[in-house]
């Protein structure tokens, strides 16, 4: 498994900066939370499972460098923090989920408190700061089980032979495990599928060229790059069998929301009559949302566009919109494959949305149906 993401006994949170990948395996040492949301906001540390995995640590950061033994202003600087991160990334919804559980171990370390105690001292900060980091270790350990659950899964669609388009990178970089729809692809080639792998290149930050592009040489997968495109085209030519990417929010009526150019994809499989899957993890799914048109997508810096590896692509002050994901209507979503099933239309995620509770003591075996 690639090494990219590790908080350690020193109190730091080390990441593999994907931003310089693939010919500089550069790690950094983020011991401020404020280098984490840095980190999360410029991609060095991204895709929608692993940016809640390190927003997770963030927090034990935060709560670590937090220099009072006052309760209140403790309290204080923890909801602040949990805002602070966010607005780092808004659209995964994995970021939100594991912010929400940090919360829920929060409140409950102060509700054990006595009323009395404001002073509690640095005992009880320990403590709060011990089950936080608890708490992100599971975020952690549990999104490797619902990577294997996913890939496993995911695995019945995959045929014995088969030419496969993604899109952005889902695979180790982006999770704390496999990774979601690359997770597939690698588990079907280790059970001996022939796979071919279309990688778009994923304008603008070139994500699939140099992120999954890596990943398949590591594992061995034959792949080609394809600039966005073209894959219309090569659908049109019978060369995809089918379409397979990840999420960064899904709605319970099965809208998907991923990295921009998922709709033109979509829209293309529909054409070409290409099976377009999804794969995500529970963590992904916003039971709030009932449909993915009021989901908030992430709008980038001009930057990202006008320059390609920095170098000026553009006029330095050429009119960009830039938005990080794009909304793909259920109606094109043949299948999304999560730990727990492969899920046909048509989506209703809100009625079962028991089975993706956070897990009872014991681990993600506990749940049950
Ligand atoms: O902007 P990124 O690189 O964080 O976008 C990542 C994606 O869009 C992935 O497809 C998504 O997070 C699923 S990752 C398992």
């Given at each position: 498994m690639i090494k990219k993401l590790e908080y350690t006994d020193d109190h730091e949170l080390i990441i593999l900066d994907q931003t310089l990948l693939p010919h500089n395996e550069k790690f950094l040492k983020l011991k401020d939370y404020k280098d984490v949301i840095q980190a999360i906001s410029s991609l060095r540390v991204r895709g929608a499972p692993l940016i809640g995995i390190a927003a997770a640590y963030g927090i034990v950061l935060g709560v670590h460098n937090f220099k009072s033994d006052?309760?209140?202003?403790?309290?204080?600087?923890?909801?602040?923090?949990?805002?602070?991160?966010?607005?780092?990334?808004?659209?995964?919804?994995?970021?939100?989920?594991?912010?929400?559980?940090?919360?829920?171990?929060?409140?409950?370390?102060?509700?054990?408190?006595?009323?009395?105690?404001?002073?509690?001292g640095r005992d009880f900060l320990v403590e709060i700061e011990n089950a936080l980091l608890d708490e992100a270790d599971k975020i952690f350990e549990e999104d490797i089980e619902l990577c294997n659950r996913i890939a496993v899964n995911g695995s019945e669609l995959i045929t014995d032979e088969m030419n496969i388009l993604t899109h952005c990178n889902t695979g180790e970089l982006a999770a704390g495990g496999i990774g979601t729809a690359q997770g597939i692809i690698t588990t079907a080639a280790k059970q001996a599928k022939r796979i071919f792998v279309y990688v778009d290149e994923t304008r603008p930050l070139l994500q699939g060229a140099r992120l999954t592009a890596y990943e398949l040489e590591k594992n061995g997968i034959e792949y080609q790059i394809l600039v966005d495109s073209l894959a219309g085209a090569l659908m049109r030519d019978g060369m995809v069998d089918a379409v397979l990417i990840g999420a960064d929010r899904i709605a319970c009526n099965g809208d998907v929301i991923n990295k921009v150019g998922s709709y033109s994809l979509a829209v293309n499989c529909a054409r070409?009559?290409?099976?377009?899957?999804?794969?995500?993890?529970?963590?992904?799914?916003?039971?709030?949302?009932?449909?993915?048109?009021?989901?908030?997508?992430?709008?980038?810096?001009?930057?990202?566009?006008?320059?390609?590896?920095?170098?000026?692509?553009?006029?330095?002050?050429?009119?960009?919109?830039?938005?990080?994901?794009?909304?793909?209507?259920?109606?094109?979503?043949?299948?999304?494959?999560?730990?727990?099933?492969?899920?046909?239309?048509?989506?209703?995620?809100?009625?079962?949305?028991?089975?993706?509770?956070?897990?009872?003591?014991?681990?993600?075996?506990?749940?049950?149906?």
């Open positions: 006052n309760l209140k202003n403790l309290e204080i600087h923890f909801y602040n923090l949990i805002q602070r991160f966010r607005t780092s990334r808004p659209t995964a919804r994995n970021l939100f989920y594991a912010l929400d559980r940090m919360t829920a171990v929060f409140m409950n370390q102060i509700a054990s408190q006595s009323p009395s105690a404001s002073q509690p070409h009559n290409v099976p377009f899957y999804v794969a995500a993890p529970g963590t992904t799914i916003d039971f709030q949302l009932e449909t993915g048109r009021s989901a908030v997508i992430e709008e980038r810096p001009p930057d990202e566009v006008r320059t390609i590896r920095n170098v000026p692509i553009s006029p330095r002050s050429a009119n960009v919109f830039n938005p990080a994901f794009d909304l793909v209507p259920h109606e094109l979503v043949s299948a999304i494959i999560t730990e727990f099933k492969i899920h046909y239309p048509p989506y209703d995620f809100k009625s079962i949305e028991h089975v993706f509770l956070p897990p009872l003591p014991g681990g993600v075996e506990g749940r049950t149906v």
